[in-house]
């Protein structure tokens, strides 16, 4: 049944068999147009990931000397990490600040970004040309404990260790582990606070590991804040992400979704869409301290001065006053058009970093240019991260509550809780 809740705990190693077997029958309808157009991509896309592991990392990315980084890391490492800003923002809010306007949805979030990093990060495999040395920093094979990606890789795992802990009691009710999840429960505060503490820093690392290459980015874009502009950037483009996800997930999986949760949406998009407003605000002035400070001004009269301009106009500022006016008026399909124009302006931003305002002066015949073997895996990356986040929503509470034993078992736990504190 589409609405089933968890069943009863698995008590021995056939139960745990047969309930994983039966989970794994598909859900939904199957020819669907995403499904239609996704399909075909992902499995070309798993073929051309074992041919590159294989036979190498040359045999499927475009020749470009002089370009180190290309689209899986400017798409896929950077921009997913800045989209999977929402789930550190939102779980900061509901758990420090104790906010519950936004509890309905801190489950979609945390899990969504769990598989961003799981997925996004990920594709830094992809990108080693000795993938199999990716271990590295972990075993401790020539420790670079003075290099920002090593602080990025540690950063990684752990923040993914966290999240996956956060989501962990989601897992414990579907299989029905009613000791297990209120274990899992009682890590939740301190993996939030871990987990907000290593995003702080790794957002801001990814920003740290371009600024090394001065000489070859465009000065409207080189500052040495960058590593501020990609955490506060993050802010809003995390948010943003929670905001479309939201829009296409209450449609996909509405099914599941209770009468307070639909009450309540709209007001928590409102929320989101006024922190926007602010963090993009603060985001902008950082800009234009930028720019005053490094006298760059006069190259916005050039062709790059204008792809700059579109960025922090077109795809900031304008998202911004929409996420305004929609606060403002209530509007809803306002806000929505925000988050798409503010997400677009996280992609253009991160990839100017890496290849398109890198390097500007390099001519076009011999800029870095994707081949479509890179677009085509970098796809398989996204698609694969919306399977198995659909997957996951179909069999455990996310949107929907959680089984009636879960929601007893909070209620003791806080019960508790309350009579310690008095």
Same mark, same amino acid.
């Given at each position: ?5 968890? /069943? ?6 056939? $139960? ?21 157009? *996704? ?18 990392? &040359? ?70 040309? =000795?993938?199999?040395?990716?271990? !590295? ?61 290593? *995003?702080?820093?790794?957002? *801001? &690392? ?31 483009? &995390? ?20 009468? $307070?949760?639909? =009450? ?84 253009? !931003? ?14 076009? *015949?011999?800029?870095?240019?994707? /081949? ?37 078992? $909070? ?12």
């Amino acid at each position: 049944m589409r609405g089933k809740q968890a /069943s009863p705990e698995k008590r021995t190693l056939k $139960d745990f068999i047969t309930f994983i077997i039966a989970e794994l029958k598909p859900r939904g309808k199957i020819f669907t147009p995403f499904n239609i157009i *996704s399909a075909p991509i992902l499995a070309l896309g798993i073929i051309l990931i074992i041919y590159r592991l294989i036979y190498g990392l &040359g045999t499927v990315v475009a020749e470009a000397p002089g370009f180190p980084w290309g689209i899986w890391i400017g798409f896929n490492v950077m921009v997913g990490v800045a989209f999977a800003g929402g789930a550190y923002v939102l779980t900061f809010v509901v758990y420090i600040l104790r906010s519950e306007k936004y509890h309905p949805i801190i489950r979609a979030t945390i899990l969504n970004g769990f598989l961003a990093y799981v997925f996004y990060a990920g594709a830094i495999l992809l990108d080693l040309g =000795r993938w199999w040395n990716i271990v !590295n920093p972990l075993i401790g094979n020539k420790f670079g404990v003075n290099s920002v990606l090593f602080l990025v890789a540690w950063h990684f795992l752990l923040y993914m260790i966290a999240e996956f802990l956060e989501f962990s009691p989601a897992f414990a009710e579907w299989l029905g582990l009613k000791r297990i999840r209120k274990i899992l429960r009682s890590f939740t505060l301190a993996a939030v606070i871990f987990g907000i503490t290593l *995003s702080t820093l790794h957002q *801001s &690392g990814l920003g740290a590991l371009v600024m090394m290459a001065r000489p070859n980015i465009h000065p409207l874009w080189y500052t040495e804040f960058i590593p501020v502009l990609f955490f506060v950037s993050g802010i809003f483009g &995390g948010i943003s992400m929670v905001i479309f996800e939201g829009t296409i997930s209450t449609r996909v999986f509405g099914y599941q979704l209770t009468t $307070d949760f639909r =009450r309540s949406y709209d007001d928590i998009v409102l929320g989101l869409a006024k922190t926007c407003a602010a963090v993009m605000f603060v985001y902008l002035f950082l800009k234009a301290l930028v720019l005053i400070h490094g006298a760059h001004a006069s190259l916005l009269a050039t062709p790059m001065g204008y792809w700059y301009l579109t960025e922090v106009v077109g795809l900031t500022l304008i998202p911004c006053i929409l996420y305004l006016r929609g606060f403002r008026d209530r509007n809803i399909k306002v806000i929505r058009i925000a988050a798409i124009l503010a997400m677009a302006g996280i992609i253009i !931003n991160r990839c100017n970093y890496v290849f398109i305002a890198y390097k500007w002066f390099v001519p076009l *015949s011999e800029r870095y240019i994707p /081949s479509w073997q890179e677009v085509v895996m970098a796809l398989t990356i996204v698609f694969g991260h919306i399977w198995v986040f659909r997957w996951i929503v179909h069999r455990m509470a996310v949107y929907r509550k959680p089984p009636a034993w879960a929601v007893e078992q $909070d209620r003791r736990e806080e019960k508790k809780t309350l009579e310690v504190t008095l």
